[in-house]
T-cell receptor
Framework: DTGVSQDPRHKITKRGQNVTFRCDPISEHNRLYWYRQTLGQGPEFLTYFQNEAQLEKSRLLSDRFSAERPKGSFSTLEIQRTEQGDSAMYLC????????????FGEGSRLTVL | DAKTTQPTSMDCAEGRAANLPCNHSTISGNEYVYWYRQIHSQGPQYIIHGLKNNETNEMASLIITEDRKSSTLILPHATLRDTAVYYCIVRGANNNAGNMLTFGGGTRLMVKP
């Protein structure tokens, strides 16, 4: 399968714990995006990378959230001191470097904070 | 990016055409109309996009009005597998965040046997 892959698919954690999600984009895609989706809502943009550079961050990305893409390939999204409000599906997408290229999404990582 | 308005939900009979409307009255000249769908528990999936001409691919057809203020996504022969939330998104070609998309609430399409 050469699509976008995310790991883990499901994560249950206790409030206050740290969690990390990994995204492997399609290999030739140099643009990578993280989104968050809560139940019944559309996905909300969190952050964008072009290669290893993080070029855009949403106001939704609080200080407890950090994303990296150290070698311009896979990316990680870490949430520190999780809160119940962080419970959501975290989606990763990638695209090629053209003005109208579509986004290819992974299956998402579902986080439940107890 | 211009805002879009879509009906919250629609039903369609299996085998019939599903016509999903989208209003984007504030669209500007360089903004494209994109359609994605999200089947339950999966990530969104690209369907089609267009600027001003009608477009067709193996999944759907996109009809954009001449004034570009609205569009319709057409699934010619809906199947039960087309049950999903369909998102209409307007985005400019030049965006600070690459090809970032701003999703609204979408239309929940239920295809019924």
């Amino acid at each position: 399968d050469t699509g976008v892959s995310q790991d883990p698919r499901h994560k249950i954690t206790k409030r206050g714990q740290n969690v990390t999600f990994r995204c492997d984009p399609i290999s030739e895609h140099n643009r990578l995006y993280w989104y968050r989706q809560t139940l019944g809502q559309g996905p909300e943009f969190l952050t964008y990378f072009q290669n290893e550079a993080q070029l855009e961050k949403s106001r939704l990305l609080s200080d407890r959230f950090s994303a990296e893409r150290p070698k311009g390939s896979f990316s990680t999204l870490e949430i520190q001191r999780t809160e119940q409000g962080d419970s959501a599906m975290y989606l990763c997408a990638s695209s090629i470097n053209t003005a109208t290229g579509e986004l290819f999404f992974g299956e998402g990582s579902r986080l439940t904070v107890l | 990016d211009a805002k879009t308005t879509q009906p919250t939900s629609m039903d369609c009979a299996e085998g019939r055409a599903a016509n999903l409307p989208c209003n984007h009255s504030t669209i500007s000249g360089n903004e494209y109309v994109y359609w994605y769908r999200q089947i339950h528990s999966q990530g969104p999936q690209y369907i089609i996009h267009g600027l001003k001409n009608n477009e067709t691919n193996e999944m759907a057809s996109l009809i954009i009005t001449e004034d570009r203020k609205s569009s319709t996504l057409i699934l010619p022969h809906a199947t039960l597998r087309d049950t999903a939330v369909y998102y209409c998104i307007v985005r400019g070609a030049n965006n600070n965040a690459g090809n970032m998309l701003t999703f609204g609430g979408g239309t929940r399409l239920m295809v019924k046997p």
